[in-house]
C-alpha cells in the first residue's frame, strides 16, 4: 500500500482496524486484501475489539470485546446537514432508552416506556438524530461494571456518531462572531461550524479541530478511530468520580443572597445580575475577541451594548436569561449539578430542535422561550416529546418510504 493512499470509494471497500490483533485490513474494490500492523500500540482500557469503514455507506461499524455492535456516521467536512430533527436528552431521560432496550421493567411508568420505545424507533432508522454531549460522558463516569455497559453501549448505539459541540467552545464562538459583526470586522472561519455534528471530538472542549487538519490521510485516520474512543469512554467499565465544582457554587449562591438583601427596582436587578453574569466569565469575551482580533475593552465596559448584544446569541441569550432568574429568585439554592444542566440544556435548547430536560432547569427554559413568544422546544418528558414529534410529522425512514410507495401504488381517480 502506497504511504499516503489516494482515499475513495471509488477504490476502498473497506477499512477495518482490529485493535485485538492490533491489525488494520484494507480491502479494494477490485477485491484485494492487504494487512498491516496499526501504527500505534492499542489503547489499554479499550473496550472495542473492531472498527470497520464502510465505504459505500460511509459508515464506521464497531464491535465491543463483548461481541455488540453499533453503527456511527462518519464525518464529512463536505457534508454537514444532519437531514434529520436533533433531540437532546438530559441524562436521565437516556437512561430510561438505555433500560428499555436492556430491561424495560426499570421503566416503571408506562408511557414513558411507550415513548422510549418510540424513541429509540426513530433514532434507530434515520428519523431523528440523538446527539451525545461530554455531560453524558460525565455523567456515567460515577457507574461501573455491567450498568455502565449498558447504558454506555445504548447510548452510543442511538447517537450513531452524532455530538453536541462542547457548549465552552459555542460560547467563545458566538460572542467571537457577535464582537466581529459589532467591530464590522472578517467573521472567523469557525463561525459556520455545526453545533450538532459527526465532526470528531467535537464534544470536547480542548479536542482536535478536523476543520484545522488539510491532510486528507489524517483526518481520515481520526474519523476512523473516533467511534472506538467515543465507545470505549462510554464503557470502559471503571469507575472516575465526578469534579469539584464547590466553588462555582459557593460564588453564584453568595450573588443570590446579594441580590436577597437588596431594594432595587426590576431594571435595576436584571442589569446588575447581567453583569454579575459577564463579570464572572469575563474570561470568555477577552478569549474570543483576541480569536477575532479586536480589542474588548471598551466593550466590555458598556453594559447596554454587552446586554444588547447578549440577545443576538442563540445559546448565550439562554444561559444568560437562566443565570438571572436564579440570581433573583431568593428561593434559589444552588447545587452542584446546576452547572452542567444550565450549560447543556441552554446550548441544546438554542442548536436542537427538540430537548428532554430535567425538571428545574427545563421549567425555567420553557418559561424564557415564552416570555420571548417563542414557541417552547423543551420538554419535561419523553411522552411530551414524542407528542410534539408525532404533531410535526417526523417518521422513521422506513415510514416515509412506505407511505411514498402507497401514493406510488395508489391507481389515479376518475375525475
Given amino acids: 500500500m502506497p504511504d499516503t493512499p489516494l482515499l475513495s470509494a471509488d477504490r476502498f ?27 500505534t500500540s492499542g489503547r489499554p482500557h479499550n473496550q472495542v475489539a473492531q472498527s470497520v469503514f464502510d465505504w459505500e455507506h460511509w459508515w464506521v461499524i464497531s464491535t465491543t470485546r463483548r461481541g455488540d455492535t453499533l453503527i456511527s456516521e462518519a464525518y464529512s467536512p463536505v457534508s454537514t446537514d444532519k437531514g434529520r430533527p436533533a433531540v437532546y436528552l438530559d441524562q436521565n431521560h437516556w437512561s430510561k432508552l438505555a433500560w428499555a432496550m436492556v430491561d424495560p421493567s426499570r421503566v416503571a411508568n408506562g408511557d414513558e416506556l411507550a415513548a422510549a420505545r418510540r424513541i429509540i424507533e426513530l433514532a434507530t432508522d434515520a428519523g431523528i438524530v440523538l446527539p ?15 450498568r455502565r455497559y449498558n447504558l454506555g453501549l445504548a447510548m452510543a448505539q442511538l447517537a450513531g456518531g452524532w455530538e453536541l459541540r462542547h457548549p465552552m467552545a459555542v460560547w467563545e464562538n458566538e460572542v467571537a462572531v457577535m464582537l466581529a459583526r ?125 446586554h444588547r448584544q447578549t440577545e ?49 432547569t427545563g421549567t425555567q427554559l420553557r418559561r424564557i422561550m415564552e416570555r420571548r413568544g417563542e414557541t417552547p422546544n ?28 402507497a401514493l406510488v401504488a395508489e391507481p389515479a381517480r376518475d375525475s
Avoid at 20 to 39: F, K, M, S, W, Y
Avoid at 379 to 388: K, P
Fill in 13 to 39: 471497500q473497506y477499512w477495518a482496524l482490529d485493535f485485538i490483533r492490533n491489525e488494520c485490513t484494507v480491502v479494494t474494490t477490485d477485491g484485494q486484501r492487504h494487512v498491516g500492523a496499526l501504527p
Fill in 132 to 146: 451525545l454531549s461530554s455531560a453524558h460522558f460525565a455523567e456515567t463516569y460515577p457507574l461501573y461494571g455491567d
Fill in 182 to 306: 459589532y467591530e464590522d470586522v472578517s467573521l472567523p472561519v469557525f463561525s459556520e461550524l455545526p453545533v450538532v455534528t459527526t465532526e470528531p471530538q467535537a464534544f470536547l472542549l480542548d479536542g482536535v479541530r478536523a476543520y484545522d487538519i488539510d491532510n486528507d490521510w489524517d483526518l481520515f485516520k481520526l474519523v476512523l478511530s473516533e467511534p472506538s474512543i467515543t465507545l470505549s469512554c462510554l464503557i470502559d467499565t471503571t469507575s472516575a468520580a465526578k469534579g469539584d465544582v464547590s466553588v462555582w457554587v459557593q460564588r453564584n449562591q453568595e450573588i443570590t443572597d446579594y441580590f436577597a438583601g437588596q431594594r432595587l427596582s426590576d431594571t435595576e436587578r436584571r442589569t446588575q445580575a447581567a453583569v454579575f453574569f459577564w463579570t464572572d466569565n469575563i474570561q470568555v469575551l477577552a478569549k474570543a475577541a483576541a480569536r477575532v482580533g479586536v480589542d474588548p475593552r471598551s466593550f466590555a465596559q458598556d453594559a447596554k451594548a454587552l
Fill in 312 to 360: 443576538t446569541m442563540p445559546f448565550v441569550s439562554n444561559l444568560s436569561a437562566l443565570f438571572r432568574l436564579r440570581y433573583l429568585d431568593r428561593r434559589t439554592r444552588w447545587k452542584s449539578n446546576d452547572l452542567i444542566d444550565m450549560m447543556y440544556l441552554s446550548c441544546a435548547a438554542a442548536y436542537c430542535d427538540y430537548v428532554v430536560a430535567e425538571r428545574h
Fill in 378 to 405: 423543551t420538554f419535561l418528558t419523553l411522552t411530551d416529546l414524542v407528542e410534539a414529534l408525532e404533531q410535526a410529522g417526523v417518521q422513521t425512514a422506513s415510514e416515509k418510504a412506505s407511505e411514498a410507495g
